[in-house]
């Protein structure tokens, strides 16, 4: 059964101002990279404010996004300017048909056409983020790493994460495996292990011999990397969410509207992580699901 999209009213998601303040009460207990993500962060007609915003705030290194792509023929030049710096864009296949059933509503011609434009706005690296599903779009590994490689761009395959109604079964008939993704590549291109930093993320990353191309695998999973995990997630109605195989989270947006002061609140986010989950739980058939749909949760 197709998931029905639903938006949250206006006055339940949080205001820029209120994203802004909330980012600036986390750079100051340490957070050094930021990534506006989704469901669609281009979605919100202040998005180039809220970039901007963020850019500004004293001690943050990096701010990045995460997005459909379709927007960017508009938004790219405009994000670069209000200080994006890397950008990120989900494509999981390069065959039109497949792309209008997979995104359910998706034009890949606007979303080429957003990768273009970004290349043309000149972002430090630009990279695909790519979800394959056994039987779906399994086949598009090699299209995609070739479109990557002729675009001088690089690309990430992400095992697909059990969100909303899903039974065990069709979680392991879906799933197409890193080490499998990893094994279709090497059969034609030479992968060298790329060292990783604290602020990489999940991704193991690899450069494609002889190109400015990379390759990264994300398996949640096959390769649990939950003991090494520093994400934290703030929703569009003010939710800061430990971990996205749990549903626990703290409610942030009531804090800031009953006028709690910084340092109070700086105390409850500090208090949260204290229950961040020790592992996700995805893999476990007996546990309870996590129902929250990704286009649901957005950051």
């Known amino acids: 059964m197709t998931e029905e999209m639903r938006f949250l009213p206006r006055k339940a998601v949080l205001s820029a101002e209120e994203i802004i303040r909330l980012a600036t009460l986390f750079v100051d207990l340490g957070v050094q990279k930021i990534r506006l993500t989704g469901g669609e962060p281009l979605v919100r007609p202040d998005i180039v404010d809220i970039a901007r915003g963020l850019s500004n705030i004293e001690g943050l290194n990096e701010l990045v996004m ?5 927007q960017l023929p508009m938004l790219a030049k405009p994000l670069v300017e209000a200080g994006v710096s890397r950008i990120n864009v989900s494509l999981d296949t390069l065959c039109g048909d497949q792309f209008a059933e997979l995104s359910r509503t998706g034009d890949l011609s606007k979303v080429l056409a957003g990768l273009d434009a970004a290349i043309d706005a000149g972002f430090e690296r630009i990279r695909l983020n790519t979800v394959l599903l056994t039987g779906k779009n399994d086949t598009q590994i090699e299209p995609l790493i070739d479109y990557a490689l002729d675009k001088g761009i690089d690309i990430a395959f992400i095992e697909e994460m059990p969100m909303g109604h899903i039974t065990q079964t069709n979680r392991e008939l879906s ?26 993320g999940p991704a193991r990353r690899y450069s494609v011999e002889g190109t400015s191309t990379e390759v990264g695998v994300i398996s949640p999973i096959t390769d649990n990397f939950c003991d090494a995990c520093n994400r934290l997630r703030i929703t569009p109605d003010g939710r800061l969410v ?6 626990n989270s703290l409610d942030l947006r009531q804090m800031l509207r009953s006028d709690m002061d910084s340092s109070s609140l700086k105390r409850a986010i500090v208090a ?10 995805f893999d476990q058939p007996d546990e309870p699901q996590v129902v929250r749909l990704m286009n649901a949760t957005g950051g």
């Open 175 to 200: 799933l197409v495996p890193s080490a499998q993704v990893l094994e279709t590549i090497r059969r034609r291109f030479k992968l060298v292990a790329i060292a990783g930093s604290l602020t990489d």
């Open 272 to 281: 949260a992580l204290a229950y961040k989950p020790e592992r996700h739980v």
């Open 242 to 247: 430990l971990c996205l195989g749990h549903e």
């Open 66 to 70: 995460t997005t459909n792509g379709s």
